[in-house]
């Protein structure tokens, strides 16, 4: 999630329907200034006792952010507390119990990317062994009750905290138990945008299933393969789900601006806080009604606060966010912004991989989107067969846009290599969390206490 600390001074009002449409429109880039942006969640534990550490604790997780200096990152305050760090590769957050982000700097290309991962990953390690902490790659949180975990001393959440119970019976769990890989990619124009987000949405099922990795709760196994995508079905109605509204004539940043109108508000930042105005509505506030704030109109760092509050399985800003994965480890965190990229931004691909999906109904994309955390790769797919089938197709579409883009490294490589976990998984059939389930029953002898040995 964003992270904000300071009121713009130079913040200007909203006025015109056209400064709600610009930050779509601002985001167009022609195809050689496409970046790749990725972001990716770990679970914080100690070593000792696995218990998740507080905020406030000798090497708690305010200790970890700020041993980050020694590698040239900044903090980053709110309130007089340490929320995030800022460098070179990007910021380090906080998510609401304590797990830690890289929202990864915009780069040219995947190596890169997979270089920006690997600093990280070895920077976090080398304070977590100075620490007595572990950082853990899964979707979710395998042995905590929601009571086990701290939460992070971040307005928004708090706020959020309030507000997710009134909507939903699994929202606290998406905060506090759970954890993602993301990629954030460019488009050219508003067409671009519509066809690279009507392909996502539709196959976002899919990276659900390679991804699937949170098949444990509160020490058991739940049920499901993703257990991560099971929440955000019963989170929040308003600001989740698979947004049928994008396949329909006429989509593009005039319906979108429409649709996060329509999407309650959490909150307002003023003056270094946040005040709560969870369920209240932004339509109101371009009025001056916001109860809040009488008589207060909206600026421009409002709306980008507020277009930050959807929770699709695909989302628009300035550019396009792809939702669908769980957590994991290194190789699945370069593999996920190599899926899309290969999919999105060789015309050649897209064009095939729409091919491949466009003729899908409402009423299918939503059936495969509910059967994928249950039955990951053997979901059954519009038209016959399963996912696993659709999965091959799809793989051998990412790594033809791969190698046609033809970005090398100083070996003289292109990025199909960071495809080859993925082709394993879709070889074998079975997904990470299959991986797990099958330890669990054998060679752990039902010990949850096994994955941690799984850790970065």
């Given amino acids: 999630m964003s992270t904000r600390d300071t009121s713009a001074t130079d913040d200007p009002i909203i006025e015109s329907r056209d400064q709600l449409v610009a930050p779509m429109q601002q985001g167009e880039k022609v195809a050689a200034d496409w970046r790749i942006g990725t972001e990716h969640e770990k679970l914080v534990y100690k070593r000792t006792d696995h218990r998740a550490p507080t905020y406030d604790e000798d090497c708690g997780i305010r200790d970890i952010l700020l041993s980050l200096r020694r590698f040239g990152w900044e903090p980053v305050e709110e309130g007089g507390k340490v929320i995030a760090m800022r460098g070179s590769d990007g910021t380090v957050s906080l998510e609401p119990a304590g797990q830690l982000e890289l929202s990864g700097a915009p ?6 990317t997979c270089a920006e991962t690997g600093r990280h990953l070895a920077q976090v390690k080398e304070v977590g062994e100075a620490c007595g902490v572990g950082f853990l790659g899964l979707g979710m949180w395998p042995d905590k009750t929601r009571e086990e975990l701290p939460v992070m001393p971040k307005g928004r959440y708090e706020i959020m905290m309030r507000h997710m119970p009134r909507v939903g019976s699994l929202g606290l769990d998406m905060m506090l138990r759970t954890c993602t890989i993301q990629v954030n990619l460019d488009y050219a124009s508003e067409a671009d945008m519509v066809k690279k987000f009507r392909t996502g949405l539709a196959l976002q099922p899919l ?8 098949p444990f709760t509160e020490g058991k196994p739940n049920g499901f393969l993703s257990y991560r995508s099971h929440i955000w079905s019963d989170t929040d109605p308003h600001r989740t789900g698979m947004l049928p509204f994008v396949f329909e004539d006429g989509f593009g940043y005039e319906r979108w601006t ?20 969870a369920g209240h509505s932004f339509r109101d506030f371009l009025d001056g009604r916001l109860a809040v704030l009488p008589g207060e ?13 959807a929770f699709p399985e695909v989302r628009l800003k300035s550019f396009l966010e792809m939702r669908g994965a769980d957590g994991g480890p290194w190789s699945r965190i370069c ?19 729409w091919d491949l999906v466009k003729h899908w109904s409402v009423e299918e994309r939503e059936e495969l989107r509910n059967a994928v955390p249950r039955l990951a790769l053997d979901a059954p797919v519009p038209g016959g067969g399963t996912l696993h089938d659709l999965a091959r ?30 082709d394993e998984i879709v070889a074998s059939g079975e997904v990470p969390a299959q991986k797990l389930l099958r330890k669990f029953h054998g ?8 994955v941690y040995k799984y850790s970065f």
């Fill in 107 to 112: 780069l040219e290309n995947l190596h890169d």
């Fill in 443 to 450: 060679e752990w002898n039902g010990d949850i206490a096994r």
């Fill in 258 to 277: 429409d649709y996060m109108l329509d999407v309650p508000m959490y909150f307002v930042f003023r003056d270094g806080k946040y005040i709560d105005a």
């Fill in 393 to 422: 197709e799809v793989l051998k579409i990412a790594r033809s846009g791969l190698a046609a883009r033809a970005r090398l490294n100083t070996s003289g490589d292109n990025e199909t290599g960071f495809l080859e976990t993925l």
């Fill in 335 to 353: 593999a996920l912004p190599a899926f899309w990229v290969g999919l999105l931004y060789d015309q050649t691909a897209l064009d095939a991989a």
């Fill in 207 to 214: 990276a659900t299933a390679m991804f699937a990795n949170s």
């Fill in 297 to 309: 109109k909206p600026t421009q760092s409002d709306w980008w606060d507020h277009l930050s509050t």
